[in-house]
């Protein structure tokens, strides 16, 4: 089968934390062909997607194990990947492509989906689907979901957040295009930045944000779970380091091993028909003491830190599931 990747620039990616090479890489290990593009080289020639296609070759990473160090990790061996040269082709003449570039979701991004709508679904899977990619905002898609969230609110008036911050006592905003924590805040009622946060949080009152009950489990993790086509096949564990509130990876949080438990399961139970019905096929949720905090769509990651910890190998898992569903 042929599988295209439409990423951000190849060379930038982290081999040993980005999903999106443990993904290519579990494609060429099954034998697949592997072909990289940007969302910038999308073009609509007589109602069909077009892309300049380049063929990618992986230096699969490895497992580094010493016992008597503690030490367990991965080492990429350089160089981790070569390119071919690139070929000007209909995207309908691969068999499944993945809309990997990071968020935020700008308007580039946006038009991007639209650009990827006009490719035959019955001839080729993409993951995630253009329509569940523009419906599904990372922060408000979970606002649907009400018996499995904390206490939230959306808002871009100030005195409403005051009012909804003196109530819970301690809340978190969060921008709702934000990616990996940024620009997530703390809040107390007792502060005396808080309105300046506030307005500079919503640009003055031009942008909502939103506001949700702070849960002091945050201080014991934030579990990240991989979801495919509904299921739960992986998670991990993020805690927060030194004095950052955020467990997020890309602000230092430290990864651990940690099982699901019956309130995982039941959450990813609640959610698992709207995410079919989306076709968000490949999903990544956030949970925080028991309730759902976000569900990430555009570019989802963990499944590094996952095969690590667990000595699995969910990016062939993922890859089988698109070849059995063709």
């Given at each position: 089968?042929?599988?295209?990747?439409?990423?951000?620039?190849?060379?930038?990616l982290n081999p040993g934390h980005d999903s999106t090479v443990a993904l290519m890489e579990a494609a060429q290990k099954l034998g697949h062909q592997v072909w990289v593009t940007a969302a910038s080289q999308l073009t609509i020639i007589q109602g069909q997607t077009w892309s300049a296609l380049t063929p990618v070759h992986l230096t699969p990473i490895v497992r580094e194990s010493d016992r008597a160090a503690a030490l367990d990790r991965w080492r990429v061996v350089q160089p981790w990947f070569s390119l071919g040269e690139p070929v000007f082709q209909a995207l309908e003449a691969m068999d499944a492509i993945f809309m990997r570039t990071d968020p935020p979701v700008t308007v580039p991004y946006l038009y991007a989906t639209y650009l990827l709508d006009y490719i035959n679904p019955a001839k080729t899977l993409v993951i995630n689907t253009p329509?569940?990619?523009?419906?599904?905002?990372?922060?408000?898609?979970?606002?649907?979901?009400t018996a499995v969230i904390p206490e939230t609110i959306v808002s871009q008036d100030k005195q409403v957040i005051r009012e909804f911050v003196e109530r819970q006592g301690a809340a978190v905003l969060k921008p709702l295009g934000g990616k990996a924590g940024e620009g997530i805040l703390f809040l107390e009622p007792g502060d005396r930045n808080l309105n300046s946060l506030v307005e500079v949080s919503t640009r003055q009152g031009l942008e909502p944000v939103m506001i949700q009950t702070y849960l002091p489990e945050a201080k014991d993790g934030d579990k990240r779970i991989i979801l495919l086509n509904g299921e739960p096949i992986g998670a991990i564990n993020r805690i927060p380091t030194g004095k950052e509130f955020r467990g997020n990876m890309a602000v230092g949080g430290r990864v651990a091993q940690t099982q699901m438990t019956e309130r995982d399961q039941e959450i990813c139970a609640v959610i698992a028909p709207k995410l079919r019905a989306d076709g968000l096929y490949f999903v990544g949720i956030d949970v925080i003491g028991g309730y759902l905090t976000e569900v990430n769509v555009t570019s989802p990651t963990g499944i590094r830190e996952i095969d690590l910890l667990d000595h699995r190998d969910l990016g062939q898992q993922v890859i089988q599931w698109i070849v059995d569903r063709a």
């Open positions: 089968m042929k599988f295209a990747f439409i990423i951000d620039p190849i060379a930038k329509g569940g990619i523009r419906a599904a905002n990372e922060k408000m898609y979970a606002l649907q979901f």
